[in-house]
């Protein structure tokens, strides 16, 4: 839920991510009072187009701060950083 909560406080503020998360464990509960079974997390699996593009945003701040870094990219979402 921590992770849905921060995902959107950016996009869309405070108080709408407190409802979408709010929906988020009012369906949860749902289905656990339907299937009488216990709550169980989900399982949570790394993006690796994701970490490439968090990875490549870092890059651009840091180019902007006046550091020049090389970095390539594998099919794997393994990165290599070489500083010039």
Known sequence: MKRKFESLVG???????LVA??????????HVLKAKEAYKEPQLHENPRKKNKQVKNYLNKLKALGIDI???????????????
């Open 11 to 17: 996009r869309r503020g405070k108080k709408k991510a």
């Open 70 to 84: 090389n970095v390539d990219f594998e099919k794997e979402g393994r990165f290599f950083t070489e500083q010039q």
């Open 21 to 30: 998360v709010g929906h988020k464990i009012i369906v949860a509960v749902y």
